[in-house]
Nanobody, 122 residues
């Protein structure tokens, strides 16, 4: 089937930067939307940023101007460049592949990565 593997999380000081990567593997024909979500302790999972296969993007208000999402359709990979990080950005970040077409399977599917921890602290 399809697997999403995230990388790039870690500990960073306030004001610092991190770049998250997520690679999707499997019999993927296409992925309509790839996105990043995050979940902080005691809070609900929330959308951080998303990008369509055509390059349209959507950001949470809290990260606009600081985070940039991009993707490589040929490699089924999505990136999240995070700048000017704040302590409130601390969370587990999850990669999502929405409306994925998989070879040999009808319909479209939704997949999640295992999550990567981002901690912003001095």
């Amino acid at each position: 089937q399809v697997q999403l593997v995230e990388s790039g999380g870690g500990l960073v000081q306030p004001g610092g930067s991190l770049r998250l990567s997520c690679a999707a593997s499997g019999s993927i024909v296409s992925i309509h939307v790839m996105g990043w979500y995050r979940q902080a302790p005691g809070k609900q999972r929330e959308l951080v940023a998303a990008i369509t296969s055509g390059g349209s993007t959507n950001y949470a208000d809290s990260v606009k101007g600081r985070f940039t999402i991009s993707r490589d359709n040929a490699k089924s990979t999505v990136f999240l460049q995070m700048n000017s990080l704040k302590p409130e950005d601390t969370a587990v970040y999850y990669c999502n592949a929405d409306r994925t077409v998989v070879a040999g399977n009808p319909g479209r599917y939704d997949y999640w990565g295992q999550g990567t921890q981002v901690t912003v602290s001095s």
